[in-house]
Each structure stands twice: as C-alpha cells, then as structure tokens.
C-alpha cells in the first residue's frame, strides 16, 4: 500500500471543528482513502472514505485535494468522546488495511 | 447496528500452552480479518479469509497460528504454543465486500506469563 504522512499529534478545543490532514504523495489511480479511528481501548472503528470527491457522513467530512495527493478528515464539532488515534490508510481493495502510527487528536474541553 | 463480537475479553494463558480466541463476524459480511496490537504499537495485520479459505497472510501468521470458521458463523484463532511475544490485543474485524468498510470487534486481551 502506498504510503501515508500523518502529524503525529493534533489537539483542539470542544465543540470546535477538527481538521485532520493526510499526505499521500504516491497514491496511485485505483487507491481509495479510508479513514479509521481508535478510541483508547477499543478496536479500530471505520470512520469514511473516497476516491475522488469529497465525501460526508454522520461522523465526518472528508475533502480529496483535486490531485490526490492529501486529503483531510473534518470534524464538525469535536466533543471528548473524538479523542482518538485517527489513521488516514490508502488501499485499493487487493490487500488488507495496513494501519500507520495515525494522529492522536486530544480533544480539551 | 451489528456487531463483531469477540470473546473472551481477556485471557491469561502460561507459555506454551494452546489458544483460541473467537470471533462472531457480522452475519452478511464475506471478508474475515485477524489483526493485533502489541501495547503502545502498531494495529498489525495477521490474516485475511475469504470464501473458507486464507487470502492473505503476514509475516507474524507463522506456522503457530491457524483460522478457521467452523461453522458458518464463528471465525477462530488459534495460537498453538504461545510465547510471551504473543501477549497483545487480538483484534476479529469483517467487511461485506471488498472496500467497504471493516467492522471490528472489542479485541481480546491476550497475556502470555
């Protein structure tokens, strides 16, 4: 899978919007963006993803760049409860999700 | 919404010794997957299934470790002699197709002592 850069650590304010970014620089046309989240002490939790156009869900907004190559995860309003790791993770459906080190985002209220 | 349920939540276990930690993946999904987090590391995969068979495999899926879906419903794994290296979260996670998201389980918490 092609590689992708994450800030290791993020953090914002309750009740602010979020915005994660992803850098994939050699993401290749059939890649399609998925994003998943890791609350403390749970499993991964699928969160959104898209291949070309942005994309918006109950959870978050993702915005695709226009060449492909970053993507960011928008969180409309964090609450406590989005205090997570955040992988940012390309695959084209050959292989499994490969998860990086993500984002932790800490959320202050 | 459905679930992905995993037991049991934790287990202890002597070196050596047998494992197998189960998985109830999500009744319409296809696509069966093994991950594991060594504490304070990465989500790594083990081992993907599909149509009762392996699709793919990782490094760490050594001759030690062995899936199975007994039934139609269950999907195990199973550690034949484990090792204190082997102490980590077990994570079962299911798709229904391929790119559609993966739903995980809550993980068992596997110690090896």
């Known amino acids: 899978d092609a590689k992708t850069t994450q800030p290791n650590s993020m953090e914002s304010n309750e009740e602010e919007p979020v915005h994660l970014p992803c850098n994939h620089s050699t993401i290749s046309g059939t890649d399609y963006i998925h994003w998943y989240r890791q609350l403390p002490s749970q499993g991964p939790e699928y969160v959104i993803h898209?291949?070309?156009s942005n994309v918006n869900n109950r959870m978050a907004s993702l915005a695709i760049a226009e060449d492909r190559k970053s993507s960011t995860l928008i969180l409309h309003r964090a609450t406590l409860r989005d205090a997570a790791v955040y992988y940012c993770i390309l695959n084209s459906g050959n292989t499994p999700l490969v998860f990086g080190k993500g984002t932790r985002l800490s959320v202050i209220a | 919404e459905p679930e992905v349920t995993q037991t049991p939540s934790h287990q202890v276990t002597q070196m050596g010794q047998e494992v197998i930690l189960r998985c109830v993946p999500i009744?319409?999904?296809?696509?069966f997957y093994w991950y594991r987090q060594i504490l304070g590391q990465k989500v790594e995969f083990l081992v993907s299934f599909y149509n009762n068979e392996i699709s793919e495999k990782s490094e760490i899926f050594d001759d030690q470790f062995s899936v199975e879906r007994p039934d139609g419903s269950n999907f195990t794994l199973k550690i034949r002699s484990t090792k204190l290296e082997d102490s980590a979260m077990y994570f079962c996670?299911?798709?229904?197709?391929?790119?559609?998201?993966?739903?995980f389980g809550s993980g068992t918490r596997l110690t090896v002592v």
């Open positions: 996670a299911s798709s229904r197709r391929v790119l559609y998201g993966y739903t």
């Open positions: 898209g291949l070309t």
């Open positions: 009744s319409n999904h296809l696509y």
